[in-house]
């Protein structure tokens, strides 16, 4: 039996999921290790063969496909620790990183103790080159070789190791961009190089240029981490497709992120919805939203029609990335989020976390700090001994006592009400981040699926929801594992761009089909697939209306474009305006700044629960009872304690299920649970407050049912 793995690198754990051809799954959760990936990723590889039966060579055998997606680049862009990198402009044009397009990022504009943001590139490595194309692609200045060559010698002399090029109008003629390209490489053979024609070529020199710095900044991080993990894989035996986690939602091989390492900045959090949409199919829901509540944040995504919601451009770490991406809103509230008492006594939690080392005090590592999950222990959500199935000890003690030290004692309350409090907050936080990426999006949250995910997420999910208006939760039985799972199903993807600066009623369809053409070629090329082989196409146009600064995404029509497609364009962008800024201008002509096409080949999804694990549903039944403070009463109440379907310490000796008893829940039948309740799988704690009810479906996933309090 063949596998198809899935493993996401996050903050606080490495999540490992396995899809076998029978559509059964295997799970394993294991400690983050930044220093030592490659022993985490044989770790985790190792606890799945265990699942599995089977020793570690014999089960990489069987590991057909692996998609990995990993913080390597995010963390080597947050911690300002990349290559030392020098950026080629057009001369004159050298501050343009720093410059930022003259302003802050929004919530610091009028800000002036806001600190500015510490630049990749130093200006001492920011060299411009001699040369001047202009808009309509005529040559104004012609390349200066002799002082480029010059320039070159000076980026040398600094043991640059990796350069990135972007100078003006390169979108209109990319001549002298391309012949930098060539010597640069010439004259700095072991450099990472690249050039913004090939990253992003598109209308905005500062997010062309930012982006281009970055890719080049990230690049030799990125491929010496690829290169361990190949090196690991094969030593194992490895004989399998190896692909990465992108940004967009979609996977790419090796060869293809190592060109543009940039395009997978955002890779762990963007398999989140690619995994809520599948769960929201089995109900017949197109329209999701999808949270994850990891150790160190807690992100959120939407899924509209069957698409994700997909931005051009976002800042990260302060550095703008011009490359589409899965828009997901993270804030710092995930389980190792720190609780604190700022300067006037009020409590704060995060966006500092423990993360995993030393992690949470509960988690007998020395953490000092109170925390979230140190909260969710205290006030009984948590179980006080142990996570994992029971593989990750915890203690109570510890997490109560830097909730009195640090809050209660301060604040003058008592220690389960700072508790609490602690989720409170922490709750608020969610519902605002929630309402972020939908409400401030043009999106109302009451039409979707709430698909919570995430170790502490689904213990959050049905009070989110309830104040949020939405009346149903799913939550997958392995929801600690959920980005993990996206990108097992993830597709294949590329993204390609090109600059089309023009008003609508001027776009003839000819040069319309023409760049599509040009891009799927481009994607086709990538992927490795041949003109006849099928691939699906999602096409995007980036609009405005004339006069305006910001530009917004609009769904192109499909096929030959002729002029009524170009007509259904027109209609789409006033449409989407109205949905983000609450009015359209139907008189005012439309203006294209780019066209974009993403090429997709779509990957087998699983169907539900294989034969080995619909065997195994039979009814679980309560495990005895447990004080939870309720949020309604903030009292403390005895709550009867599940097992969950797919948590290991549910079976017994012998490998049996708890068997059938009156009034235990049931997967085989229409019987539901009323709550309180909780139920514990392996990778996550599903608490349902009183008046709510839930089922579980063969298919993986638990059906909250929501209602409002009186």
């Not at 190792?46 to 990993?70: M, N, Q, W, Y």
């Not at 397009?101 to 919530?107: A, P, T």
């Not at 990472?192 to 070529?201: M, N, Q, R």
């Not at 009524?564 to 962008?573: D, G, T």
Request: charged residues 20%; glycine residues 10%; contains cysteine.
């Amino acid at each position: 039996m063949n596998y198809r793995i899935g493993i996401d690198a996050g903050g606080t754990f490495t999540d490992f999921v396995a899809l076998a051809e029978d559509h059964s799954l295997l799970v394993y959760k294991t400690p983050s290790d930044p220093s030592n990936p490659v022993s985490v990723l044989l770790d985790g590889l190792t606890g799945l063969a265990r699942k599995a039966g089977l020793e570690l060579p014999d089960f990489i055998s069987r590991c057909a496909v692996l998609v990995h997606g990993s913080t390597v680049a995010l963390n080597t862009l947050i911690q300002r620790n990349g290559a030392r990198t020098g950026l080629l402009v057009t001369a004159g044009h050298e501050d343009s990183l720093e410059l930022r397009l003259g302003h802050k990022e929004d919530g610091h504009r009028w800000d002036f103790h806001y600190p500015p943001a510490e630049m990749i590139v130093p200006a001492q490595r920011r060299l411009g080159v001699r040369e001047r194309i202009i808009a309509g692609g005529k040559v104004r200045v012609p390349l200066d070789e002799a002082q480029l060559d010059e320039q070159l010698d000076r980026l040398a002399q600094e043991q640059v190791e990796a350069v990135a090029i972007s100078c003006l109008w390169s979108i209109a003629n990319d001549r002298h961009e391309r012949k930098i390209l060539e010597k640069a490489k010439q004259r700095l053979p072991d450099c990472f190089v690249t050039a913004s024609v090939d990253i992003l070529p598109r209308v905005g020199e500062y997010a062309r240029t930012s982006t281009t710095a970055a890719n080049a900044y990230v690049g030799p991080v990125l491929d010496r981490y690829l290169s361990s993990i190949e090196t690991a894989l094969v030593e194992q035996g490895f004989t399998g497709r190896l692909y990465i986690m992108q940004s967009n939602g979609g996977v790419a091989a090796p060869e293809v992120v190592r060109r543009r390492p940039a395009a997978v900045l955002n890779s762990g959090p963007a398999g989140g919805p690619v995994a809520a949409l599948w769960y929201g199919r089995q109900l017949g829901y197109e329209n999701v939203i999808s949270i994850d509540m990891g150790g160190t944040s807690f992100d959120v995504s939407l899924v509209r029609n069957g698409l994700p919601d997909v931005v051009d451009q976002a800042d990260i770490a302060r550095i703008r990335i011009g490359l589409p991406m899965v828009n997901v809103t993270s804030i710092g509230a995930g389980g190792g989020s720190i609780a604190r008492l700022d300067e006037r006594g009020i409590l704060q939690v995060g966006p500092d976390s423990a993360e995993a080392n030393p992690g949470p005090a509960c988690y007998m590592r020395g953490g000092t700090k109170p925390t979230v999950t140190d909260a969710l222990v205290t006030a009984g959500y948590f179980p006080d001994t142990g996570l994992l199935g029971g593989r990750m000890m915890i203690d109570r003690t510890l997490a109560e006592q830097v909730i009195q030290d640090n809050i209660a004692a301060p604040a003058g309350i008592d220690l389960h009400k700072a508790a609490q409090g602690i989720i409170e907050v922490t709750a608020g936080n969610m519902v605002d981040g929630i309402r972020i990426a939908s409400i401030e999006r043009g999106y109302d949250p009451r039409d979707y699926l709430l698909v919570a995910g995430g170790g502490a997420g689904p213990a959050f999910a049905a009070e989110l929801a309830r104040e949020l208006g939405m009346e149903k939760v799913l939550i997958p039985t392995i929801a600690g594992a959920f980005c993990a799972m996206g990108e097992a199903n993830a597709n294949l993807r590329y993204d390609a761009i090109r600059a089309c600066p023009v008003r609508l009623c001027d776009l003839s369809p000819a040069v319309a089909n023409k760049l599509f053409d040009l891009m799927e070629e481009e994607g086709r090329t990538a992927l490795g697939v041949g003109a006849g082989d099928r691939v699906r196409v999602e096409r995007t146009a980036e609009m405005k209306y004339v006069d305006q600064i910001h530009y917004c995404d609009v769904q192109a029509p499909a096929g030959v474009m002729d002029v009524p497609k170009l007509a259904q364009l027109r209609n789409n962008f006033h449409r989407r305006h109205e949905e983000l800024y609450t009015y359209s201008e139907t008189d005012n002509e439309p203006e294209i700044v780019s066209l974009r096409a993403s090429i997709i080949i779509d990957t087998p999804a699983p169907t539900g629960a294989g034969p080995e694990q619909a065997a195994a549903l039979n009814t679980i039944q309560a495990q005895g009872t447990r004080e939870v403070i309720m949020p309604d009463t903030k009292e403390f109440q005895a709550t009867p304690i599940y097992r969950g379907i797919g948590n290991e310490t549910g079976r017994s000796e012998t490998g049996d299920r708890f068997k059938s008893v009156p009034g235990s829940f049931s997967s085989g039948s229409s019987f539901s649970l009323q709550g309180p309740a909780i139920i514990e799988e392996e990778t996550t704690t599903i608490f349902v407050p009183s008046g709510d009810t839930i089922r579980y479906d063969p298919s993986g996933f638990y059906l909250l049912e929501v209602y409002p309090r009186s």
